[in-house]
């Protein structure tokens, strides 16, 4: 009789551990439930999206952690490292011809023949430059700070050659904006700088004629209804008396270097025998 209570005993002791401990289980995991929840909704994750266990849980946070920041980052660095590559690829070093696109052994291989229009509505093709020493620069009558500073430099340039050294130079302006820069716009902005510079524009197929021969890149950029900017590698090239490119400046010339330059070219024996020769 003892044996038979002291075993009933037992086992009510074991079924009570037992619901206790149940009990502790089921609360804890409605605990656990209510927190991932208010998780969820914090962070707007749809519940299927949820780790099954505290372990898959830690595992997802510790690998994304290492491997989606780098991602990230090798993103942003590789867009930042195109911007810069695209830009380095535009500027033009001093004295280096090859990045114009000019072969040293093999001459010339940019330029071609164009047919645009002058300030006074008269068509102009390459063959009325034939026979002068030029200087032509891309750019647009609204650019609002490198535009203006190239022509003002060209117009320096050209003058320092003519008064100092008994040199004529062609300054020739070709718009790389024609749906704004008609003729009377270009011999309007010109004027500001010296009357000597030929504006040429032209229809929009024509302008883009010419850019693709002389490799000169533009685009529209921060457009807002009718007005807009435009990006451009701003190209100036030195063509001798038949049109070949002989050399390409960048920004980083003043006037006084870039006349300098031109003298250099026009007195190089190549250019003298040309002259000597006739051969224009």
């Not at 005993?9 to 609360?27: G, P």
């Not at 750019?139 to 040199?167: C, F, H, Q, W």
């Not at 270009?186 to 197929?205: M, N």
Request: glycine residues 6%; contains cysteine.
């Amino acid at each position: 009789m003892f044996s038979s209570r002291l075993l009933f005993s037992s086992l009510k002791n074991r079924s009570a551990l037992i619901t206790n401990s149940l009990a502790r289980f089921d609360s804890a995991k409605r605990f656990h439930s209510s927190n991932y929840l208010r998780s969820v909704r914090q962070t707007n994750q749809p519940l299927m999206s949820a780790p099954r266990s505290t372990t898959q849980r830690s595992q997802s946070w510790s690998w994304t952690s290492y491997i989606i920041p780098p991602i990230v980052l090798g993103g942003i660095g590789g867009v930042a490292y195109l911007i810069h590559y695209n830009d380095e690829r535009r500027v033009i070093m001093k004295g280096d011809a090859v990045r114009c696109g000019i072969n040293s052994t093999k001459g010339p291989v940019i330029g071609g023949p164009f047919n645009l229009l002058d300030t006074e509505g008269r068509s102009i093709t390459e063959q009325n430059l034939l026979g002068n020493w030029v200087l032509l620069y891309f750019g647009y009558t609204s650019s609002p700070d490198v535009g203006p500073s190239e022509v003002e430099k060209m117009a320096k340039a050209v003058d320092i050659l003519e008064s100092k050294r008994n040199l004529k130079v062609l300054p020739v302006f070709v718009t790389i904006d024609p749906q704004r820069d008609n003729p009377s716009q270009l011999q309007a902005y010109l004027k500001e700088f010296d009357s000597r510079i030929v504006g040429l524009t032209g229809s929009v197929a024509a302008i883009k004629d010419v850019a693709r021969e002389y490799r000169v890149y533009y685009k529209k950029v921060e457009e807002d209804g009718d007005d807009y900017l435009v990006d451009s590698s701003h190209n100036m090239y030195l063509m001798n008396p038949k049109l070949k490119v002989l050399r390409c400046f960048g920004l980083e010339y003043n006037a006084d270097e870039l006349s300098e330059a031109i003298l250099k070219e026009i007195k190089s024996p190549s250019s003298i025998y040309l002259s000597l020769n006739k051969g224009i």
